[in-house]
Each structure stands twice: as C-alpha cells, then as structure tokens.
C-alpha cells in the first residue's frame, strides 16, 4: 500500500511537469519535473513514516518534497541559463545533467599553454564571468578537475592536471567564490574524453572541468518570479494540518 502512494504521488508530479518541445511537438519532461518528481517521492515516503494515515500523510509529504524539488529545478534552470548567456563565445562547454548539475568544459586551448597552469587571458576572461554567476547562485557546490593528454610520464602528468585544477580554483576564490564551496582534483591522464590517438583528440583531453551541483535545498527561499509561492516547506517537515500527526502516533497500526 505504502508502495503504490509512493508512486502514486511521484506520478502526478512528473505528469504535471510534462512539457511541449517547441522543435519537435513531442512531450518530455522537464529537469524542474524531474526533481519535483524525485522530491515528491522521498516527500510521500517519509510521511507515511509518521503512521496514521498512510494517505494523508503521504499527501503532505509528497506535496512538501515535490515544492523542493521543483525549486531547486527551477534554481538550477535559471543558473544554467545564465551561465550559457555570460559564456555564450568563449569555447567554454556548459552540459545540463538530469541530477541538477551544470558541467562546464573548459578545454586546453582556451585555458592553457601546452605543458603549462598558467590561465591565459582567455580563460581568465571567462572565469571572471563564471564567478559572476556562481556567486549569483551560492546554493551550490563546485567540483574542479584537471586532467591531461597521454604525453608524458603518469607522475608528470597528474601532478600537472592537480596544478590546472589549482589555478582554476584559486582564480574563482580571488574573484568572490567561497573556498568552502569548492573541491579539486587532478585527474592525470586516467579520464580521457576520446582516444589518445591523434593531436586533435589529446587537444580535447586537455582540460579542466567543472560540476555545479546544487545543495538539496536550493532556491526554497527564493521567489520564482512565475507566480509560484516565494518559499516552500523545509526539506524534513510537513504543514500541521487538523489531526495531522506531528509526533507520535495517534493511531497505532493493528
């Protein structure tokens, strides 16, 4: 019974957040349904944990875990855009995730000289309209990650890509962005996006990239500027409504 709430209540979320794609008339869902759907689902299976009425309380849980979903959808969307617009030129690649995570790819011919962690003007340019944007959305977490070709020694090379990642990380932090949100590693050579084969492939293995990924409460205090309420339950708690059990259980199962 628990079971079939549970994916009653994500269902019409995600049917709900069912959206018209424009080029091609087909539905799909949109991200911010997607994590109202996910929300909505953890919503509905944390309240039935309260006993009582598994319905009722599955309704509530499910109607305070979807509203944070779909903020931090609705989050992420407007910081994804806006970090497309502020990047929009620069050669810098920004890849939306269904887990709410922006990636962006910085390669090597706009960050670096060959066999060098020293940022070029270009990338610098480009950071400093990254950091905008990240401080414009501080509810998020920063993964930095250098990486290299496979010309040279392993050790050369991943003390090499621990190095670019360092530059990137210590040019957003000169520029606002808080050194608690970020993490870095160097990656060496161990992830190559395509095979080392030719010049053109290593020139693209060359690189730093960067995960965007939101706090699980993201944007449940900011207003949507849609109409959409200005601030939604905290993640954890329900509305107390009637004899909507708060604590205890009024009505032990038999």
């Known amino acids: 019974m628990k079971n079939r709430i549970i994916s009653i209540a994500a269902a019409v979320a995600l049917l709900a957040g069912c959206v018209t794609d424009p080029n091609t008339g087909q539905s799909r869902l949109s991200k911010t349904a997607a994590g109202a759907g996910l929300g909505a689902a953890i919503g509905a299976g944390a309240g039935t944990l309260f006993g009582g009425n598994d319905a009722q309380n599955a309704g509530w849980g499910a109607l305070a875990g979807g509203a944070v979903g779909a903020a931090v959808g609705v989050y992420m969307d407007r910081q994804e855009r806006a970090m497309r617009e502020s990047l929009q030129g620069t050669g810098i690649e920004v890849q939306r995730t269904a887990e709410n995570t922006l990636n962006l790819n910085m390669p090597s011919n706009i960050t670096f000289a ?124 329900y509305p107390a409504r009637g004899n909507y059990p708060q604590g205890g259980n009024p009505n032990p199962p038999r």
């Open 114 to 237: 060959f066999d060098s962690a020293n940022l070029t003007p270009q990338a610098q340019s480009a950071l400093d309209s990254v950091a905008r944007v990240l401080n414009q959305y501080p509810e998020t977490r920063i993964s930095v990650s250098g990486h290299t070709d496979d010309i040279g020694s392993d050790s050369y090379n991943q003390n090499l890509s621990e190095r670019r990642a360092a530059s990137v990380s210590g040019y957003l932090a000169s520029h606002g962005v808080s050194s608690m949100r970020m993490a870095q590693q160097g990656m060496g050579e161990r992830m190559p996006k395509y095979p080392n084969t030719d010049e053109a492939n290593r020139s693209q293995n060359r690189r730093v990239e960067l995960a965007i990924q939101a706090n699980p409460n993201a944007g449940a205090g900011a207003p949507t500027g849609d109409g959409a309420p200005s601030s939604y339950p905290a993640q954890g708690t």
